[in-house]
T-cell receptor, first 111, second 113 residues
Framework: SQQGEEDPQALSIQEGENATMNCSYK?????LQWYRQNSGRGLVHLIL?????REKHSGRLRVTLDTSKKSSSLLITASRAADTASYFC???????????FGQGTELSVKP | GAGVSQSPSNKVTEKGKDVELRCDPI?????LYWYRQRLGQGLEFLIY????????KSGLPSDRFSAERTGESVSTLTIQRTQQEDSAVYLC???????????FGPGTRLTVT
């Protein structure tokens, strides 16, 4: 399968806590992207990490990539209620960049 | 400039009718993608355009579905003889190029009655 597999399927935390979600994939990638989807803001690109990068930061987000293990993680620090959403990883292969999502991680941040 | 826009935002149509959905990508983005998301389900790739290259139509579910793009601007997705299983949110995304990050529009919610 070309899709990424997110883990856990669901995560519930308190505001201010950190949230970590993981992604595994099957074959060599060009890059890996993380997206968020909620009813209020639709589907939004969060961060892209290239295959030759190991870590990338964007605001409260930190993404790591381990190509030897074919895995990535997304860390959200100091979570807020507004971070409540489904999070998807998309491994990008050399096939036009089309996104193939798995089931995602459903994050609930309680105030 | 502005983000990706789609119209209409909602469309209710009777089974058997044709519908046309429109996507205005971000200016300068050479790649444009169409996806479908049925209620409670994941994202389903339909088609992408990249510059003047032949589009990748591998995700179109049947010959009732077609899409066009004029240069690097507007795209339209046409569904002929709509069926109830076509009911979904149709999402358009544009990107600076293939494999780059994608910027999504708000979607068109299609309901076939």
């Amino acid at each position: 399968s070309q899709q990424g597999e997110e883990d856990p399927q669901a995560l519930s935390i308190q505001e201010g806590e950190n949230a970590t979600m993981n992604c595994s994939y099957k074959t060599s990638i060009n890059n890996l992207q993380w997206y968020r989807q909620n009813s209020g803001r639709g589907l939004v690109h969060l961060i892209l990490i290239r295959s030759n990068e190991r870590e990338k930061h964007s605001g409260r987000l930190r993404v790591t990539l381990d190509t030897s293990k074919k895995s990535s993680s997304l860390l959200i620090t100091a979570s807020r209620a507004a971070d409540t959403a489904s999070y998807f990883c998309a491994p990008i292969y050399n096939q036009g960049g089309k996104l193939i999502f798995g089931q995602g991680t459903e994050l609930s941040v309680k105030p | 400039g502005a983000g990706v826009s789609q119209s209409p935002s909602n469309k209710v149509t009777e089974k058997g009718k044709d519908v046309e959905l429109r996507c205005d990508p971000i200016s300068g983005h050479t790649a444009l993608y169409w996806y479908r998301q049925r209620l409670g389900q994941g994202l389903e790739f339909l088609i992408y355009f990249q510059g003047n290259s032949a589009p990748d139509k591998s995700g179109l579910p049947s010959d009732r579905f077609s899409a066009e793009r004029t240069g690097e601007s507007v795209s339209t997705l046409t569904i002929q003889r709509t069926q109830q299983e076509d009911s979904a949110v149709y999402l358009c995304a544009s990107s600076p190029g293939l494999g780059f990050e994608q910027y999504f529009g708000p979607g068109t919610r299609l309901t076939v009655t």
